[in-house]
């Protein structure tokens, strides 16, 4: 079974600095990661996905993840933060499902971003 | 539009009421999940639907209970919940419930508060 672990649960940062997010993941099989934003009462959204070919993934709002296989990690980063981008930040991984089993989603427990003027 | 819509935002019951939470997708997927989502905790995989059928049911009360009519509709029965039951209920569709690169796509959800 596949697991995901988000170092940190809360992130604090200055806007205009580098955000980093930090994710590792553990799977038995090559994973699909993803990393999903939550604002306040909102469901979640996708921000950017690794599934094969290129290893830096760009995603929306300026973010892009790395997928390093060595390290099993999958890094969330922003150049530059902005105070649009305060919100909670998941990272999951999946793997292919068999004939008989499905394809779970599993999350990280989430990292909350502030951003500080 | 995230393709997924869930209804109502915002629900208010007493432990004695019986409610639906309703949900429905337009993007053509085959399967359909409930997570609750309460503070401080990670999300919880309540069910799974794939093409209508329940597959997955993961140590749920039975004060709820799933239905998916089609595989673009899917509800949550709720009746006689505890107060400890107020989370944020999401619901969720995927291409398909073997496929596992394209990942989840979210509704809003539905925040309740048990009084």
């Known amino acids: 079974a596949q697991s995901v672990t988000q170092l940190g649960s809360h992130v604090s940062v200055s806007e205009g600095a580098l955000v980093l997010l930090r994710c590792n993941y553990s799977?038995?099989?090559?994973?699909?990661l993803f990393w999903y934003v939550q604002y306040p009462n909102q469901g979640l959204q996708l921000l950017l996905k690794?599934?094969?070919?290129?290893?830096l993934v760009k995603g929306i709002n300026g973010f892009e993840a790395e997928f390093k296989k060595s390290e099993t990690s999958f890094h969330l980063t922003k150049p530059s933060a902005h105070m649009s981008d305060a919100a909670e930040y998941f990272c999951?991984?999946?793997?292919?499902?068999?004939?008989?089993?499905?394809?779970?989603?599993?999350f990280g427990e989430g990292t909350q971003l502030t951003v500080n003027p | 539009e995230t393709g997924v819509t869930q209804t109502p935002r915002h629900l208010v019951m007493g432990m004695t009421n019986k409610k639906s939470l309703k949900c429905e997708q337009h993007?053509?997927?085959?399967?359909m999940y409930w997570y609750k989502q309460s503070a401080k905790k990670p999300l919880e995989l309540m069910f799974v639907?794939?093409?209508?059928?329940?597959?997955e049911n993961n140590s749920v009360p039975s004060r709820f209970s799933p239905e998916c009519p089609n595989s673009s509709h899917l509800f949550l029965h709720l009746h006689t919940l505890q107060p400890e039951d107020s989370a944020l209920y999401l619901c969720?569709?995927?291409?398909?419930?073997?496929?596992?690169?394209?990942?989840?796509?979210f509704g809003s959800g539905t925040r309740l508060t048990v009084v």
């Open positions: 969720a569709s995927s291409q398909d419930y073997h496929t596992g690169w394209y990942g989840y796509t």
């Open positions: 799977s038995s099989v090559p994973p699909y």
């Open positions: 690794y599934t094969t070919g290129a290893t």
């Open positions: 999951a991984v999946s793997v292919e499902g068999g004939e008989t089993s499905g394809s779970r989603l599993t």
């Open positions: 993007l053509g997927h085959n399967a």
């Open positions: 639907y794939s093409l209508e059928e329940r597959v």
